[in-house]
């Protein structure tokens, strides 16, 4: 059991560029949270996602970032137009049910440069 | 007030000393509460689940006090490899989708 799987583990995009991030949920996971978290800090909440369904989006900024989970394939965050602020660990989660803990992938690192 | 509180800390404490951090929240509704550890730089892995009969495993101890709204985690006999940020996390249930809120994190030294 592969456990989440997240790549790449380290991007560096310069400002105005678009950054993608994936995440591939445990085996039988399909639920699906994605986090930010900055330099000393805790994690803060992005968005929730079912199969091709966004459940809770309410930790997303407004724009420039968006996610998605399709029937096939990993969950990717999407921020376009990456700004030195953006740069920080995203990390993705997956359970098998909505109540229970989750299981988390090693992260991705993003720099903004 | 923020959903969940933790002492940010850091806790500096000897090898072989025994350690325990609280958590509150504010939520009454909250169904589940987890403690999680995350190593620097690392991604934060599930340590316990928090039962309201309170539950242990081996050097950890978590308990659940509904009527005081926290949570504590109890370590005994530390680790140097103990050395870690402790999240608490909690579980709103139906009314908010079921969200996860995580308190900041109390980081915990472990001294030789």
Redesign the interface.
Known sequence: NAGVMQNPRHLVRRRGQEARLRCSPMKGHSHV?W?RQLPE?????MV?LQKENI??E?GMPKERFSAEFPKEGPSILRIQQVVRGDSA?Y?CASSPD??????????T?LTVV | RKEVEQDPGPFNVPEGATVAFNCTYSNSAS??F?WYRQDC??????LM?VYSSGNEDGRFTAQLNRASQYISLLIRDSKLSDSATY?C?V?I?PGS?????????TKLIIKP
């Open positions: 949270y986090y800090e805790g994690l803060k909440f929730y459940i809770d309410s660990a990390f909505r109540a229970g803990g989750y299981t988390f992938g090693s992260g690192r | 169904q589940s987890f730089r690392k991604e934060p892995k599930l689940s999240l996390v579980n249930g989708n079921y969200q996860l809120i995580w308190g900041a994190g």
